[in-house]
């Protein structure tokens, strides 16, 4: 057995990344046994994800006592291989104090957290212009598999859940929308507007807003064609409320990432960040479509350009 711990505590988009990378080891070494270290915010997803075997919580306002404590319980074992995914300070520290055969970090690592790596993996061929999935496979081939996708992104069932208030009618498979993000200058102001239009062309069309922060609909939709889940999302249902949808839209966010990992149309909104290196991956996937905002400004992009390229993309699945 091959003892494997990957330090990725955040953020939900690199954390999918990160189970992508995960999924496709499993699925070329054999006998292996995944770790992961991740913070309490994101916990839930990770320990659902049929990849990972064991899960350790990084308290990131525990202080130095969480720390030490996160470093005493990853002490009690010894590892073949330690994957510093983040490449902070912070990481850096826990890799140096963690027993492993091997501590392999990145190239591109910040805050001097290379000092703590004994091996670097090479970035891809596109350097820092590669896309942030592709620089995260380059830990595949240390472990003897290819730096590519491979095997399935899994998730186990979440007893109990619901979906039903997702049907439109007739049982037809949702819109679903997260109509927020980590980061103001990502969070685009028209999904308001885009919903309109979307329930205005269809009568049997739904549409569900999703996210961890409440955003207020303001009861503006008819409450057979629209619901609003915003705030009340948990991370643990995500995956089987975006297989549920028909199409997902959203900023550029950690929801649109695991849409795209889990093979359902996304339409991703992108304002000031780079959808050549946080795009829904892959870029070229025929069920992959970027928006982007003006000169990076969202406040710029109307809804009826995003509604006009989201037809245009329905059309083309039809």
Known sequence: MTELLIIKPSSLGDIVHGLQVAASLKAQVEDLRISWVV???FA???RACTAVD???LFERGGGAKGFLRLTRELRRKHYDFVFDLQGLLRTGLLTSRVHADRK?????ARECSGLFYAERVPLPRDGRLSHALEILLQFCPVLGAKAELRGTLGFRPVEGLSLRFADGRGGGRPILMFVDSRRAEKCWNGFKQLTELILREDRSRKVVWAGSSYVHDRGAFPAAQFFNL????SL???PALIRRAEWVIANDSGPMHLAAALGVPVMGIFGPTNPRLFGPYPLNAPDHVVVQAPVGDLRLLA???VYTRFQRARARRA
């Open 39 to 41: 913070r309490e915010i």
């Open 44 to 46: 839930p997803i990770v």
């Open 54 to 56: 064991e899960v350790h």
């Open 104 to 108: 392999v970090g990145r190239s591109d």
């Open 230 to 233: 915003t705030g009340n999302t």
């Open 236 to 238: 643990v249902s995500l």
């Open 303 to 305: 809804a009826k350009d």
